[in-house]
């Protein structure tokens, strides 16, 4: 089972497409979910902890309200996330590369330290980082997201990093890498759709209840063994 009964488990960028469903999951599996998000979301998933991830004092601060309402923390998924609106690499500011960089890959190491100095101090815990299929594969649909890309590859690195030095103290991290699933986060490149639909051998994209899915199952004592994995979910588009 992916059992989380009596677990408490933070997720950043709860307010969005996989975030709701990934909160969702978690409490119908028994946790207590701090949502964090910069924002609140329309409908019943309200955030409650306003967090902005590329601010590590927000963060920090953001973790120490969880641990001082729970006395502890069992997991945290890091879901956070901003994709650049299809610009060109060469036309490309360095303001906006590290717009990206600063949430994706900085703020997901901002959200992993911060709960696992927690975790480290109780010598148990489970970490979960949203990465990407495009942060290993060069995608073959025409895909200006270099900025985007970039930073997956180096969730996927961080994530190998920190399970290797937070294993043999009982904090695991691991990874999921979604291909493409109906998000807000894709709302201006539906003019992709079609193509992507047709390089897919599901022929459809994904849900965010696929990706809640196998967050919860790292999360899982189930998946005791998984160290440093990153998991990829992509209906076959990158076969
Ligand atoms: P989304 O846009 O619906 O949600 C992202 C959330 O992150 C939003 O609620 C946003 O407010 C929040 N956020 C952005 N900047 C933040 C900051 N500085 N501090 C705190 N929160 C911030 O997108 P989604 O599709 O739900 O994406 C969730 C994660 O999944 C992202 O990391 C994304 O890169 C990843 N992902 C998505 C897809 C996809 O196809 N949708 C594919 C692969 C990976």
């Known amino acids: ?67 001082q309402q729970e006395g502890r923390l069992d997991a945290v998924v890091a879901g956070a996330g901003i994709v650049e609106d299809d610009v060109a690499a060469e036309s490309m500011s360095s303001a906006q590369f590290g717009a ?43 895909q200006r997201q270099c900025a985007y890309n970039a930073s997956k590859a180096g969730v996927s690195a961080l994530v190998r990093s920190l399970a290797a030095e937070w294993a043999d103290r009982g904090v ?18 539906t003019h992709q759709f079609e193509q992507w639909f047709a390089h897919t051998p599901q ?3 994904g849900a965010p209840e696929d990706v809640a899915a196998t967050v919860a199952f790292l999360l899982s004592d189930e998946a005791g063994y998984f160290c440093g994995s990153e998991l990829l979910m992509d209906g076959g588009y990158t076969l």
């Open 172 to 189: 695991r991290v691991n990874a999921v890498a979604p291909g493409y699933i109906a998000t807000e986060l894709l709302a201006r490149k």
């Open 1 to 67: 089972s992916t059992s989380q009964e009596g677990r408490v488990v933070a997720v950043t960028g709860a307010a969005g497409g996989i975030g709701q469903a990934v909160c969702e999951r978690l409490r119908r599996d028994g946790a207590s979910v701090w949502a964090m998000d910069l924002r609140q979301p329309e409908g019943p998933n309200g955030v409650a902890v306003a967090v902005d991830v590329t601010d590590a004092d927000s963060v920090e601060q953001g973790f120490a309200h969880v641990r």
């Open 100 to 142: 990206v960089l600063a949430v994706n890959l900085t703020g997901v190491f901002h959200t992993l330290t911060s709960a696992g100095r927690i975790m480290l101090e109780q010598g148990s815990g489970s970490c979960v980082a949203i990465s990407s299929m495009s942060g290993n594969h060069t995608v073959n649909t025409p």
């Open 203 to 205: 022929r459809r994209m």
